[in-house]
């Protein structure tokens, strides 16, 4: 028998063959010294990969060495490995003579499904409302026969409310893990090598917020589907201030470290629908995170060429600031921009909304470059990994594909962060300002992109609107101008 070769993303029992195989894991200090990660992103992979090394047992060979190349290229073993996920690490597999390569596993939708989706689509735009359709047909999930449950297919319009007029959503705090001895170990191997001068870290330590193990990932579904799945759908879009969790699951991160299969994950949601325990609107809204959109970004990395990376169409060349970089929410004065920037610096994580309509949308207003924002996705977040921020930062936060991924620009002014949250209300900007002191950096760095990329946008007609609205600005030299002086300073 083979010896399964797993990296760090693919712990769960399904990247496995049997209940008796042999597996190699390698802990590569290189990883963590080539890039400046979060602190807390650095301790789950580890304590991951050494929970699950501890469960396998004799099972396991875990080797801590600086490179991949030292453990795999002198290796006796015949080894086997899943898919990896990302383009670096596939070359890398690739270049091993004696090392066999496997389908990928975790995903909802195989490899060979999609091109299959891709080809019968005979050269029609890639949709990924289309995409998920067909995705809930052929795994059956939330179907009842034909028709898709509770009548039609997507529930968005139902889950997009504004927040409650209250500090929280008034639900329970999602389940945390207890911190055990291999924890304690990580923290002192971190410490050990940020006093040796081998790695640097962003953002704050610990206490472990997301799951390690397979159980913990269980329990930590079975709580969000008990406990928050009913109260996801209505304000899914929102934010408050003092409510990072809200409804949302925190399953992306042991998802992405394959500890939880995405097809299990819908059908405990459905199992509520069904049982009547959570409304379809939220269970739809839900089970299209993670079938639909999860697996669409991870095809889309794939399908694309390999230098969509590096697109640029709006060319965007500011670099990015340092008070961003480091995650200086101390110093930033725009009370959402601020408060995102303190979770992510506490928790290296917030809900998709924070990341797309505050951290992303600031950076495509002013120009930040496309690489530069995802490769800080990518080590800020402990469910960031290439796969995931590629397409997500590239077309989808910075529309730096020019149309691949979205249909248009994420881009928004206060008025969409003033009705989709609570932190306009004592923000020293207004969001309804465009020029002055209280000028709302959103609202002014809006109209600011809008005009920068005019032209470039011109033949975009869901963005017509407000570029026709460029010409009924009175006060647009003097926002150009008071924008041009902002430059990269905090706002």
């Keep these: 028998m083979d010896r399964r070769w797993i990296f760090g993303d693919q712990l769960g029992p399904h990247f496995t063959d049997d209940a008796d195989q042999p597996v190699l894991l390698v802990e590569s200090r290189a990883v963590f010294r080539r890039r400046r990660f979060h602190r807390q992103k650095a301790h789950l ?23 991949y190349a030292e453990v795999v290229d002198h290796t006796r073993d015949r080894l086997s490995v899943c898919h990896p996920t990302s383009h670096t690490a596939l070359d890398f597999v690739r270049g091993r003579e004696r090392v066999e390569l496997l389908d990928a596993r975790g995903y909802a939708t195989s490899m060979a499904d999609f091109r299959a989706w891709t080809d019968a689509r005979n050269g029609k735009r890639l949709l990924m409302e289309d995409f998920y359709r067909e995705a809930r047909r052929r795994l059956d999930v939330l179907m009842d026969g034909t028709d898709p449950a509770g009548g039609k297919w997507n529930f968005d319009h139902e889950n997009r409310e504004p927040p409650p007029k209250q500090p929280t959503l ?41 799951a390690a193990t397979r159980t913990e990932a269980l329990h ?77 970004v991870w095809h889309l990395y794939w399908q694309q060429p390999r230098n969509y990376r590096s697109r640029n169409e709006l060319g965007a060349t500011t670099n990015l600031p340092k008070w961003f970089a480091e995650l200086d929410h ?4 725009a009370a959402c921009l601020s408060d995102v920037l303190r979770d992510v610096a506490r928790h290296g994580w917030v809900h998709h909304i924070p990341r797309l309509m505050v951290l992303g949308n600031y950076a495509m207003q002013h120009g930040w470059r496309p690489a530069q924002v995802t490769d800080w996705f990518h080590r800020a ?38 009705r989709m949250s609570d932190y306009c209300g004592e923000c ?18 809006y109209w600011a992109f809008l005009h920068r990329n005019r032209d470039k946008l011109a033949g975009n007609q869901r963005i017509a609107q407000p570029l026709h609205g460029l010409d009924r600005l009175k006060d647009l030299d003097a926002l150009l101008e008071q924008e041009s002086t902002r430059g990269s300073r905090a706002p």
């Excluded at 934010?239 to 097809?263: E, I, Q």
């Design 170 to 210: 008034g639900i329970d705090e999602p389940w945390w893990p207890a911190e055990d001895e291999i924890d304690e170990q990580v923290r002192h191997d971190l410490d050990r090598w940020e006093r040796d001068g081998d790695v640097a870290f962003l953002g704050e330590d610990g206490p472990r917020r997301f």
């Design 220 to 296: 930590a579904l079975r709580d969000f589907v008990e406990h928050r799945l009913p109260n996801f759908g209505r304000h899914e879009d929102a934010m408050l201030r003092t409510d990072s969790w809200m409804a949302h699951s925190l399953l992306s991160a042991p998802m992405n470290l394959g500890l939880l299969d995405p097809v299990e994950v819908v059908h405990r949601a459905e199992e509520a629908y069904r049982a009547s325990n959570a409304p379809i609107s939220s269970v739809e809204g839900f089970t299209r995170q993670v079938i639909g959109w999860r697996d669409y």
């Design 428 to 445: 020293v900007y207004n969001p309804k300002v465009r020029v002055g002191d209280d000028a709302c950096p959103f609202t002014a760095g």
């Design 381 to 418: 977040f402990v469910d960031g990994y290439d796969w995931v921020m590629v397409p997500n930062v590239v077309g989808m936060s910075q529309y730096a594909d020019g149309g691949v991924m979205a249909t248009k620009p994420y881009a928004g002014g206060g008025a969409y962060i003033d």
């Design 330 to 333: 101390e110093h930033v004065d």
């Design 45 to 67: 992979i580890l304590s991951a990969m050494r929970h699950r090394a501890a469960e396998l047992g004799e099972r396991c060979r875990y080797v801590e060495s600086d490179t």
